[in-house]
């Protein structure tokens, strides 16, 4: 075995345990004492099971469901605290679009009680997990849909890599490689702040699957009523994403990056910093 094969044989162990010491990690932050056994179980049986996990700095529970995607959810928000940025003002109105399973508007329903936080979910179970979980934040309502920038139906599209990743796209588009889900809600943003009775939106968190570039093209006209954005682009699936967020953002005066989030944000809302 030459020299190179035999560094590329023995880096693969050394990966899979820091892979898994950080899985048996994020178990036992999620779970406590029951953290250890509730991954050694996972290991062991792919059945989907659902288990109440702790929220950090809070008395309320959040279910977690194991051997999908909502764990690493769970990590990225509570753990990794991907959307925890100081703001000059506190917001009032926030919109979570591409809501998943609700952990975002949970985290911001804690961080700002305040605020009113209107939660945008298309996907079915995805939709009723949301509706358990936020059961107990009376400042979340919800909508099934998806943010669009036109109003009417959109295909829900599954491409296969779980419940974080299902696409929206034109309804009778043609998805012939991409099995379609179901037919959902289009909203706009005008439209959810009007439902809302919204006259501004202090943040609009957005994670929609490459969706985003649709949404933010040609640079639309309520953008001037949101103070700050938080997206997750997703170019490497609908490659322009960037292109057209950037474009659309562009008189926004500070951007910030926290894990795989963009964060843009308006003059009054940057916090001070040194």
Known sequence: MSAVNQSQSSSRPRRSVGKLL?????????????????????????????EPA?????QRG?????????????????????YDIPL?????????????????????AIKFPKAKIIAIEPETANFDRLKENTAAFPNVSLIKGALWPKSGFVDLLDPGIGSWGFEAAEAAGGHADVPTVEKVRALTVDEVMEQA???????????????????????????KRVGVVMIELHDHRMPGCSRNFFVATREFNQEIRLGENVIMLRQEYMAATG
């Open 88 to 108: 000059a003002k506190e917001p009032k109105a926030i919109i979570d679009a591409g809501a998943n399973v609700g952990y975002a508007s949970i985290f911001f």
């Open 197 to 223: 009775g919204l006259s501004y939106v202090d943040v609009l968190k957005v994670d929609i699957e490459g969706g985003e570039k649709a949404v933010f093209a040609d640079s639309p006209a309520w953008l």
């Open 54 to 58: 702790l929220l950090p700095g809070d």
């Open 62 to 82: 959040v279910n977690v469901r194991l051997n999908g995607t909502d764990l690493d959810t769970y990590a990225k928000i509570f753990l990794q605290r991907e």
């Open 22 to 50: 950080e899985k048996a990690r994020q178990y036992q932050d999620a779970f406590g004492s029951r953290g250890l056994w509730l991954a050694l179980r996972t290991k062991l049986t792919r059945a989907e099971r659902v």
